[in-house]
């Protein structure tokens, strides 16, 4: 399971960014998808979700301003950032939890390697 993001980089208070993460080694349509972000000297944190189905969840701070998106066609799952912020600034993940029934049951997490985004004042 190879999961690739792209498209952090530098911007001003108030621009956009969109995120991309690219998957292979999973069937991409099944799975729930994740983006997580970590600011330096803080927790990672959850900060959108789609299930296979479509269905979207946002940390509350996001609300309104990040848009999670797939394609299924394409493997890709996006995160749209508007009016970014400051306090956006952080390392942005995606993550996938792949369930497997054998040999034994297990939840196991996968995540791609970062994009950093840094929203200037």
């Known amino acids: 399971v190879q999961l690739q993001a792209s498209g952090g980089g530098l911007v001003q208070a108030g621009g956009s960014l969109r995120l991309s993460c690219g998957a292979s080694?999973?069937?991409?349509?099944?799975?729930?998808m994740y983006w997580y972000r970590q600011a330096p000297g803080k927790q990672r944190e959850m900060v959108a979700s789609?299930?296979?189905?479509?269905?979207?969840n946002y940390q509350d701070s996001v609300k309104g301003r990040f848009t999670i998106s797939r394609d299924n066609a394409k493997n890709t799952v996006y995160l749209q950032m508007n009016s970014l912020k400051p306090e956006d600034t952080a390392v942005y993940y995606c993550?996938?939890?792949?369930?497997?029934?054998?040999?034994?049951?297990?939840?196991?997490?996968?995540w791609g390697q970062g994009t950093l985004v840094t929203v200037s004042s």
């Open positions: 993550n996938t939890v792949v369930v497997r029934a054998t040999p034994v049951f297990s939840l196991d997490p996968y």
């Open positions: 789609i299930t296979s189905g479509g269905t979207t």
């Open positions: 080694g999973i069937i991409f349509s099944r799975n729930d």
